[in-house]
């Protein structure tokens, strides 16, 4: 027997890229709900960004927040306590990357460092937030409620560009890119906190008599910044750009490209998956 534990990226894969929308994808999202397979949202989004759409999703499994900087997991999901592990309302949280403001100080000295101005969501205002995703302003408002992750925007030579990174690593740190911003972030990514999370899974299973059950993952994304987590799972699926191409940077032995942009290419690869159980 196995049972399937599916990953997902939001931003241009479960949701369209412009209108943030997941209608495309319902009858998968019906189809994993009726067979209770675990869903685990995995963004560079905030947490405030996702509680909202798991209301419209009805969604009741652990979450991963800003490229994997933190676990969350509902209360009571599991049969044991989740090592380092603290409790914050409903969930118990699990982290992985740094301070907000940690970030923020780095990001700061590397600017300095470059004499180039690198600007972060910290230093943008709602309205240029909103100008810059195409978020509404209360969106755009959840988004800067950023715990461990710090967007910022970095245009110019390709030597500049190297060279910020470069200062980024040898600080211990790490960056990624998502669409119009670079991202720096801790020593964490969205391929680590999901090997985290099949842990856990992993060890309900033995916990309650089903060791001998292989857990299958699947993860699903469209840029760069998935690379990690589609490099960790069993089944990694690659969705269209909405220009109908797919990530050029990403190379992943075994990947399914799935025929559709966003939504629509997730849904697709979802219920030809489950038709094939």
Known sequence: ????????????????????????AMPAL??????????????????????????????????????????????????????????????????????????????KQIEKSVATPLRGFGDLSVDEVVQLTGLTRQEALLAKQREYDEPYLLEGPPALIEEVCRQIVVRGLRWTKGGRFYHLTGDNNKGQAASLLLRCYQ????????????????????????????????????????????????????MTRAPGIGPIGWNHAVLELLACR
């Open 1 to 24: 027997m196995t049972q399937l534990v599916v990953f997902t990226d939001l931003d241009g894969c479960l949701l369209d890229s412009t209108s943030f929308s997941y209608k495309a």
């Open 30 to 107: 019906e189809a994993l709900r009726a067979r209770a397979i675990p869903l685990v949202l995995v963004s560079s989004k905030t947490r405030a960004e996702i509680e909202p759409l798991r209301g419209q999703l009805r969604h009741h499994d652990p979450f991963i927040v800003e490229n994997g900087a933190a676990v969350f997991v509902p209360r009571g999901l599991f049969d044991f306590p989740l090592e380092r592990a603290r409790a914050r309302t409903s969930y118990d949280v699990i982290e992985l990357g740094l301070p907000y403001g940690i970030l923020r100080d780095v990001l």
């Open 203 to 254: 060890r309900q299973q033995q916990l309650r008599g089903c060791s001998g059950d292989r857990i299958v993952t699947v993860g699903i994304g469209d840029s760069i910044n998935d690379a990690p987590l589609l490099a960790t799972v069993d089944r990694p699926i690659l969705v269209q750009k909405p220009d109908g191409s797919y990530d050029p940077d990403i190379h992943i032995p075994g």
